[in-house]
């Protein structure tokens, strides 16, 4: 596969998954992972290097995505900072120890628990009764 059409492919989706995410209010990952693994693996780099290229891609597309709504969840005065930071605290632990033990494990491995991540998120929205909103 030439780079032209790797970029002209990860931009398609790209597209579509941006404008999925809009409409629905749900991330792309689970759909750009995937397609930049094939695509990163067409071009000839191996899978180990070619599953932590997806992720690492991913996970900083995710920094202006949040900032952004941050900011404007914000400027409505919805967000609930203390809870907020804690979260953020708790997930950057999280994110180090996950980083620490994926840069150990092999691409296949990972693949095989971004897929049952993938599948246990999906099964929790299908489950989850929605929260009840007061007026």
């Keep these: 596969m030439t ?3 790797a970029v002209m492919m990860l931009a398609c989706t790209g597209l579509l998954v941006g404008l999925a ?3 629905l209010g749900v991330g792309g990952c689970f759909i750009m992972v995937p397609v930049q693994v094939w695509v990163f693996q067409a071009m000839g780099v191996p899978l180990d290097i070619a599953v932590r290229q997806a992720f690492g891609t991913n ?3 995710v920094v202006p995505t949040a900032l952004s709504g941050a900011w404007g969840h914000t400027r409505r005065g919805a967000v609930l ?3 907020g930071v804690i979260m953020g605290l708790a997930g950057a632990v999280g994110a180090a120890g996950g980083a620490s033990i994926a840069a150990h494990l092999p691409g296949a ?4 628990v971004f897929g049952c991540a993938i599948v246990a ?3 929790r929205m299908l489950t989850a009764k929605p929260p009840k ?3």
């Design 3 to 5: 780079l032209t059409i």
């Design 81 to 83: 900072w203390r809870s």
């Design 121 to 123: 998120g999906a099964l």
């Design 133 to 135: 909103v007061k007026p």
């Design 109 to 112: 491995t990972l693949k095989i």
């Design 21 to 23: 995410g809009g409409l």
């Design 59 to 61: 996970l900083l597309v």
